[in-house]
């Protein structure tokens, strides 16, 4: 089946304490992208990736590294975890052919906690 | 800057109303622009996509580059169609936009 796998789907952590949410993709899919969900601000971009080893800033990349190795994997890092980045975390991925990203398929999301 | 807005956080209607859910984009070029719609307890999926320009589950949305809008129309709401949508934009450079998101709640 076609989809987009992130892990963990919950965790709570405490302050500081390095993390990996890993995101996975089989549909030999260009284009990857992080999100974080809160409520009344939306979905807002952490970073994206048009290819291996190319990755960009979204809109609030700060607190976060990601990874680009592979075409069908796309680890979001936070390094020093922080409270304020208690949020619901989607990755999703699609097919780039330039001019834009194309339709993307999200996985179902990571809820984190940190204390 | 580019941004979407989508001014209303909650639209509660009856079963059988219209409904219009407002976006408003600001973008300096060829937008192109998306409705994605998360239902309870699933994953965001797309809903329509302004190329397309087609009806998918009755909705429909065009957009108005002159208002710089691209509002998500439904002629008779109906209850399973209560969920969270979000409008988005897609820059040339990769970058995909969503706006802040619409609780449509339909009611009986």
């Known amino acids: 089946e076609a989809q987009v796998t992130q892990n963990p789907r919950y965790l709570i952590t405490v302050t500081g304490k390095k993390l990996t949410v890993t995101c996975s993709q089989n549909?030999?899919?260009?284009?990857m992208s992080w999100y974080r969900q809160d409520p009344g601000l939306g979905l807002r971009q952490i970073y994206y990736?048009?290819?291996?080893?190319?990755?960009d800033k979204g809109d609030v990349p700060e607190g976060y590294k990601v990874s680009r190795k592979e075409k069908r994997n796309f680890p979001l890092i936070l390094e020093s975890p922080s409270p304020n980045q208690t949020s619901l975390y989607f990755c999703?991925?699609?097919?780039?052919?330039?001019?834009?990203?194309?339709?993307?398929?999200f996985g179902a999301g990571s809820r984190l906690t940190v204390l | 800057a580019q941004r979407v807005t989508q001014p209303e956080k909650l639209l509660s209607v009856f079963k059988g109303a219209p409904v219009e859910l407002k976006c408003n984009y600001s973008?300096?070029?060829?937008?192109?622009l998306f409705w994605y719609v998360q239902y309870s307890r699933q994953r965001l999926q797309l809903l329509l996509r302004?190329?397309s320009r087609e009806s998918i589950k009755g909705f429909t949305a065009d957009l108005n580059k002159g208002e710089t809008s691209f509002h998500l129309k439904k002629p008779f709401a109906q209850e399973e169609d209560s969920a969270m949508y979000y409008c988005?934009?897609?820059?040339?450079?990769?970058?995909?936009?969503f706006g802040q998101g619409t609780t449509l709640q339909v009611k009986p």
């Open positions: 999703a991925s699609t097919p780039f052919r330039g001019g834009g990203a194309n339709v993307l398929t």
């Open positions: 549909m030999n899919h260009e284009y």
């Open positions: 990736s048009m290819n291996v080893e190319v990755t």
């Open positions: 973008y300096s070029g060829s937008p192109e």
């Open positions: 302004h190329i």
């Open positions: 988005a934009l897609s820059s040339n450079t990769g970058k995909l936009i």
